[in-house]
């Protein structure tokens, strides 16, 4: 059965069985997650489009995203005990993944606008919402412990889609769009 009926109340299960506000701090950081887990999978359909490239890291991400989303939705150390832990390796892994995708691009002088292509729009979506989902994070912490790792992790991936986003715009032929500065400005 899809619905439970269980949450008309404004509550929601947590692992482990304890119950919570759909509003508590922890449901918007995970949930906030899962918005960011539903942008990359699209971005990565849509890099299908362009020949697959970046589909399989950006399906890997979504994994790391699954195992963080479980994280923060558990709040008993007994119960994380128990359950799939994010690695420092898979931070490294986007920093790799950063290095290699950054040394193909033009260097960079100005600040990049959200655009040139559909994809690439998308990847900053995705970037955006990774930085909510570090902030929601960061505020559970200041009142949980949170896995330091998972702040790493997504730090790192706002970055690895920024560039990302670059490299989708050049690959899908657009042109990349920077920000200047409007004449009116200027006076």
Same mark, same amino acid.
Do not use: H, W
């Given at each position: 059965? /899809?619905?439970?009926? $269980?949450?008309? #109340?404004? $509550?929601?299960? &947590?692992i482990g069985g304890? *119950? +919570?506000?759909? #509003?508590?701090? !922890? +449901? %918007?950081a995970y949930g906030t997650v899962d918005e960011l887990n539903s942008h990359i999978g699209l971005a990565a359909e849509m890099f299908k489009s362009l020949g697959g490239g970046y589909t399989d890291e950006l399906k890997d991400v @979504?994994?790391?995203?699954?195992? /963080? @989303? $479980?994280i923060l939705a558990t709040e008993s150390d007994e119960w994380l005990a128990k359950l799939p832990q994010l690695d420092e390796? %898979?931070? %490294?892994?986007?920093? !790799? @993944?950063i290095d290699a995708i950054n040394d193909? &691009?033009?260097? &960079? #002088?100005?600040f990049v606008v959200a655009g040139g292509s559909v994809v690439g729009a998308q990847c900053h979506v995705a970037r955006c919402v990774c930085r *909510?989902?570090? !902030?929601? +994070?960061?505020?559970?912490? @200041?009142?949980?412990? +949170?896995n330091p790792t998972? &702040?790493?992790y997504l730090n790192r991936l706002s970055d690895y889609l920024f560039v990302?986003? !670059?490299k989708a715009v050049l690959a899908a032929g657009g042109d990349e769009v920077f920000y200047t500065v409007n004449q009116c400005d200027k006076k």
């Open positions: 059965m /899809i619905y439970t009926k $269980t949450g008309d #109340n404004g $509550t929601t299960s &947590l304890s *119950r +919570v506000m759909k #509003n508590d701090v !922890r +449901v %918007e @979504q994994n790391n995203l699954f195992t /963080i @989303q $479980t390796a %898979e931070v %490294e892994m986007l920093e !790799r @993944q193909s &691009l033009p260097k &960079l #002088n100005s *909510r989902a570090e !902030r929601c +994070v960061v505020t559970l912490s @200041q009142t949980a412990t +949170v998972v &702040l790493s990302l986003s !670059r």
